[in-house]
């Protein structure tokens, strides 16, 4: 099949590029967050597994649909109109694009404004409210992302060094004084089930599994999408999820900035959160405010009103205590994405063989497809919040993946 946005050979990287790329995704805020709430909850050897078995899960299907772009040249939304056709796979993905990428915009502001507000005490002794520092820090995030700042690429060269370093001096106050020791004799008052920990793992990255063809179609080979993904998400993301959780196995806090706080990092360290939380947020404003001009149709002159529409949702979110409600923002993600790659997984590797001169883009909205998302996103849903066999994303999955074979055959039959 022919695309406009069908890279050439010419055009193709090496793994070790695209491993970066997956490596920088992952040295962010939410994984901290995320590695927290695992360790309020589960022993670290189990904090240790349910990051193995979550970040599986996501590089499975991730190489799965990497592998298919690698081999057709083609970015996510164009292989998932051959599923969802192409007005369906403009929407879903846009609708998931904006679900996710405003959500986190939530998150982050919260983050932020609650850093803003501490590091604030820290200098002044003068306490703001984390909600009015939400919402300040929110707009500023918003404006930047709708009217550009040529130095963004510059603080991000500085904030995400500084957050390391924070970060590496964290873990020696952490783990000095009696640290190591209350990591060893560590028991979670709340015991988290294994199968919501993975979900959680899961939720972190599943948008980045889904859209990983947008960056694995200039992948050489598909060897080259296996080692790009396994190399670029397991090691940063383990590294950065097992902070977390010592850190708040150690503080008793999951919340970055009160973890940050607790073991005595100066307020100069809140502002290096502060500068990594902004530069990574604008990305998350910009993308959702693709996402929602995509959704709506809106043209590129609209650009700048879609931008800001994401920007102030994701802002009152954040004032209104999404960080509160962050487990339950995780398992919305969890259960509406995966199910995605599991269509695409069943068209190209079960019915097309996986061959490429199989793949057939389909017009308008294709609803064998839709249905099939549908029912795999409500299985992952309902299933993800009890202990029912397997997880929540991977029973989305495979139910996404059965009915969408089960329709392709009936359907066949009945034209015979």
């Given at each position: 099949?022919?695309?406009?946005?069908e890279i050439?050979?010419?055009?193709?990287?090496s793994?070790?590029s695209?491993a970066m790329?997956?490596t920088?995704?992952?040295i962010?805020?939410p994984?901290?967050?995320?590695g927290g709430?695992?360790g309020a909850?589960?022993s670290?050897s189990?904090?240790?597994l349910?990051?193995?078995?979550g970040?599986g899960i996501?590089c499975?299907y991730?190489?799965l649909?990497g592998?298919?772009?690698?081999?057709?040249?083609l970015?996510?939304v164009s292989?998932?109109?051959?599923?969802?056709?192409?007005?369906?796979?403009?929407?879903i993905i846009?609708?998931?694009l904006?679900?996710?990428c405003?959500g986190?915009?939530g998150?982050?502001s919260?983050?932020?404004?609650?850093?803003?507000?501490a590091m604030v005490?820290?200098?002044?002794g003068?306490?703001?409210?984390?909600?009015?520092?939400?919402?300040?820090?929110?707009?500023?995030?918003?404006?930047t992302?709708?009217?550009?700042?040529?130095?963004l690429?510059?603080l991000?060269?500085?904030a995400?060094?500084?957050?390391?370093?924070?970060?590496?001096y964290?873990?020696?106050?952490?783990?000095?004084?009696?640290?190591?020791?209350?990591?060893?004799?560590f028991?979670?008052?709340?015991?988290?089930?294994?199968?919501s920990?993975?979900?959680?793992?899961?939720a972190?990255?599943?948008?980045g599994g889904?859209i990983?063809?947008?960056?694995?179609?200039y992948?050489?080979?598909?060897?080259d999408v296996v080692?790009?993904?396994?190399?670029?998400v397991?090691?940063?993301?383990?590294?950065?999820?097992?902070?977390?959780?010592?850190?708040?196995?150690?503080t008793?806090?999951?919340?970055i900035?009160?973890?940050?706080a607790?073991v005595?990092v100066?307020?100069l360290g809140?502002?290096a959160?502060?500068?990594a939380?902004?530069?990574?947020?604008?990305?998350?404003a910009y993308?959702g405010g693709?996402?929602?001009?995509?959704?709506?149709?809106f043209?590129?002159?609209?650009?700048?009103v879609s931008c800001?529409?994401?920007?102030?949702?994701g802002?009152?979110?954040?004032?209104a205590?999404?960080?509160?409600?962050?487990?339950?923002?995780?398992?919305?993600?969890s259960a509406?994405?995966?199910?995605?790659?599991?269509?695409m997984?069943?068209?190209y590797w079960?019915?097309?063989?996986g061959r490429?001169?199989n793949?057939?883009?389909?017009e308008?909205?294709?609803?064998p497809?839709?249905?099939?998302?549908?029912?795999?996103?409500?299985?992952a849903y309902?299933?993800g919040?009890?202990?029912?066999?397997?997880i929540?994303p991977v029973?989305?999955?495979?139910v996404?993946m059965?009915?969408?074979?089960?329709?392709?055959?009936?359907m066949?039959?009945?034209?015979?």
């Open positions: 099949m022919e695309d406009k946005y050439k050979e010419s055009e193709r990287q793994w070790l695209l790329i997956w920088g995704s992952m962010c805020i994984c901290l967050m995320i709430v695992l909850g589960l670290l189990g904090v240790i349910a990051v193995l078995a970040y996501v499975l991730m190489c649909v592998m298919e772009s690698c081999d057709t040249g970015p996510t292989m998932a109109s051959a599923v969802l056709g192409e007005k369906g796979a403009q929407f846009s609708l998931m904006a679900i996710a405003v986190w915009f998150i982050q919260a983050v932020c404004g609650e850093s803003f507000s005490a820290g200098f002044t003068f306490e703001i409210p984390s909600w009015i520092s939400s919402i300040f820090w929110g707009l500023v995030m918003l404006l992302a709708v009217y550009g700042y040529n130095g690429k510059i991000n060269f500085i995400v060094p500084a957050l390391l370093i924070v970060l590496a964290s873990m020696f106050l952490a783990l000095s004084g009696g640290g190591l020791e209350t990591i060893k004799t028991s979670p008052s709340s015991q988290m089930s294994f199968i920990a993975v979900s959680m793992v899961v972190s990255f599943a948008l889904v990983s063809g947008d960056y694995s179609r992948a050489k080979s598909r060897k080692k790009s993904t396994v190399l670029g397991f090691p940063s993301g383990m590294v950065m999820m097992l902070i977390g959780a010592i850190l708040s196995i150690v008793g806090q999951y919340d900035s009160l973890v940050l607790a005595g100066p307020a809140l502002v959160l502060v500068l939380t902004w530069t990574t947020n604008v990305t998350n993308s693709l996402a929602v001009s995509n959704l709506f149709g043209g590129e002159d609209r650009f700048k800001a529409v994401a920007g102030v949702i802002t009152i979110l954040a004032a205590g999404l960080l509160s409600e962050f487990e339950f923002f995780l398992n919305i993600l509406l994405i995966p199910p995605i790659a599991g269509v997984i069943a068209s079960i019915l097309g063989k490429k001169e793949l057939r883009q389909k308008g909205w294709y609803i497809g839709i249905i099939s998302f549908a029912a795999g996103a409500v299985v309902v299933t919040s009890i202990a029912v066999f397997l929540g029973n989305g999955i495979a996404s059965i009915v969408y074979v089960v329709l392709e055959k009936t066949k039959k009945g034209e015979v």
